[in-house]
């Protein structure tokens, strides 16, 4: 089992920036890849950005050129750096670590005011 504890959500105007943080429990964590998803009300949970262990990143269209993601395995973190926010990023933004299984974190709320 892995323990993913998400953090850094909050409230922000529209145009601004939060990071997002996620822990994970394991000695492995270099060897998953890890993504943040979210999921807005009525809508279906959808990935936001995801990095391998090698460090490969890939980014939904909606979020290019305005989230990063990034890892430090010596502190087994990831994290979503979110800039120029839109009241449309608005969601529960979810840690995920998957390897030969997925485990979920218990999500961080992002709201984004115009």
């Known amino acids: 089992q892995v323990q993913l504890v998400e953090s850094g959500g909050g409230l922000v105007q529209s145009g601004g920036s939060l990071r997002l943080s996620c822990i994970a429990s394991?000695?492995?964590?270099?060897?998953?890849?890890m993504g943040w998803y979210r999921q807005a009300p009525g809508k279906q949970r959808e990935l936001v950005a995801a990095i391998t262990s090698g460090g490969s990143t890939n980014y939904a269209d909606s979020v290019k050129g305005r989230f990063t993601i990034s890892r430090d395995n010596d502190k087994n973190t990831v994290y979503l750096q979110m800039n120029s926010l839109k009241p449309e990023d608005t969601a529960v933004y979810f840690c995920n670590a998957r390897s030969i299984l997925a485990f979920w974190g218990q999500g961080t709320q992002v709201t984004v005011s115009s």
């Open positions: 394991t000695s492995s964590f270099s060897i998953y890849t």
